[in-house]
C-alpha cells in the first residue's frame, strides 16, 4: 500500500490531519485548472474550497480502485462547469479577466510582451465552449494524457482528440484574427 493509499484511508476514518495532508499535496493542481476554466482568481479560489469541501465530504464513497487525482479533478471541473453556466444566465456575472503573474523573463520589454500575449490568449479561451476549454487546458497547460482527460470528462479518447482539434484550430484562428487587426 503506497503513501496516498494511506493517507486517503486516513482521511476516510475521519483524520484531519490526513485530510490537510491531501489538501497540501492538490491544491496547486485544482486551484491551477480552476483558474485557467473560470479566468478569475476570487472564483477560482472559491471553487477550489468548494471542491475540497466536497472531497471531505464525499471521500467515504471514494473507490480505491479509481485514481484519487482524477476523482478530485472531475469534482474541480463540474464546479467550474456550475459557475460557467451561471456567468453565461441572464443577470450572471462576466468579471474581466484577473492580471496574470508571469515570472519575469530576462527584460521588462519581455514581462510586457508575455504579459499581453497571455492576456489575449486568456481572452481567447473565454470564447472556447467550456468541453473544449477544459481539453485544452488540461492537455496543453496541465500536460494531462489523453486516457486521463477522458476518464476526468468520462467522454472517449476519440472525442478528446476532436474537442482539442476544434478548441486549437479556434484559438489559431482567432489568434491570426487578432494579429490582423
Not at 6 to 23: D, E, M, R, Y
Not at 146 to 156: C, D, G, N, T
Request: net charge neutral; with cysteine.
Amino acid at each position: 500500500m503506497n503513501e496516498l493509499t494511506q493517507t486517503i484511508q486516513q482521511a476516510q476514518n475521519g483524520s484531519l490531519p490526513a485530510f490537510k495532508i491531501l489538501v497540501e499535496q492538490h491544491q496547486d493542481f485544482l486551484y491551477r485548472v480552476a483558474w485557467r476554466l473560470l479566468l478569475n482568481k476570487q472564483d477560482a479560489e472559491d471553487a477550489v474550497q468548494e471542491c475540497f469541501i466536497r472531497v471531505w465530504q464525499n471521500l467515504r464513497r471514494f473507490d480505491a480502485n479509481k485514481k484519487f487525482t482524477t476523482w478530485m479533478y472531475k469534482i474541480i471541473v463540474n464546479l467550474c462547469y456550475d459557475r460557467l453556466r451561471a456567468q453565461q444566465r441572464p443577470g450572471g456575472r462576466n468579471d474581466d479577466i484577473d492580471e496574470t503573474v508571469i515570472e519575469a523573463p530576462e527584460s521588462l520589454e519581455k514581462i510586457i510582451q508575455n504579459k499581453e500575449i497571455t492576456a489575449v490568449i486568456l481572452q481567447l479561451l473565454t470564447t472556447l465552449p467550456p468541453k473544449q476549454r477544459t481539453v485544452l487546458t488540461l492537455r496543453d497547460f496541465e500536460d494531462r494524457d489523453m486516457e486521463e482527460i477522458a476518464a476526468l470528462l468520462q467522454i472517449s479518447n476519440q472525442a478528446v482528440k476532436s474537442n482539442l482539434f476544434v478548441a486549437r484550430k479556434q484559438l489559431r484562428e482567432k489568434l491570426l484574427e487578432y494579429n490582423a487587426l
